[in-house]
T-cell receptor, first 113, second 109 residues
């Protein structure tokens, strides 16, 4: 089973709202990722957690705040977003041992009004 | 600077018409090259990982190959359900995937 789940599937929020995206995997993976994908563009890495510690932050604005409460769960807290932040947000996970395959979830389609 | 370039940008094939997609890369110290398939509005689906020049992997109608500068994804006798965007990615550091812009494949019945 290589399933990564993400909730919600769709989210519409105003620029003053606070919301959270959730990602879950039960494959025993110890690395989890957030990517942002704009229309007709490839996924762009935002954050990497390995063993529940933030290991990569690709210079993402502070209005995006990641959290990894345990090895199976990854959250992305959103606050004061801009319309240009509207995108498909993808979560992925992998074993953390060298070059590991990343398995992606279905994504959350975010629209910021 | 790391670069991943995929060509063509879009490809239309008749059902059964075989072809190849190209992924050219420039990265210091390739750790792995990945192929994914992505349907509209969905997450990328893993296809293959290649680690060293000369390596080949196959799955159903797809075959991926790797040289020191590029990778090819060969599609043999494609079917309409093979229509998708095919993404190539290189690992440029532990857990750090860098994606190409993809090839949008349409297979016409």
């Amino acid at each position: 089973d290589t399933e990564v789940t993400q909730t919600p599937k769709h989210l519409v929020m105003g620029m003053t709202n606070k919301k959270s995206l959730k990602c879950e995997q039960h494959m025993g993976h110890r690395a989890m990722y957030w990517y942002k994908q704009k229309a007709k563009k490839p996924p762009e890495l935002m954050f990497v957690y390995s063993y529940e510690k933030l290991s990569i932050n690709e210079s993402v604005p502070s209005r995006f705040s990641p959290e990894c409460p345990n090895s199976s769960l990854l959250n992305l807290h959103l606050h004061a977003l801009q319309p240009e932040d509207s995108a498909l947000y993808l979560c992925a996970s992998s074993y953390y041992s060298g070059t590991d395959t990343q398995y992606f979830g279905p994504g959350t389609r975010l629209t910021v009004l | 600077e790391d670069q991943v370039t995929q060509s063509p940008e879009a490809l239309r094939l008749q059902e059964g018409e075989s072809s190849s997609l190209n992924c050219s890369y420039t990265v210091s110290g390739l750790r792995g090259l990945f192929w994914y398939r992505q349907d509209p509005g969905k997450g990328p689906e893993f296809l293959f990982t290649l680690y060293s020049a000369g390596e080949e992997k196959e799955k159903e109608r797809l075959k991926a190959t790797l040289t020191k500068k590029e990778s090819f994804l060969h599609i043999t006798a494609p079917k309409p359900e093979d229509s998708a965007t095919y993404l190539c990615a290189v690992e440029r550091g532990a857990n750090n995937l860098f994606f190409g812009t993809g090839t949008r494949l349409t297979v016409i019945p």
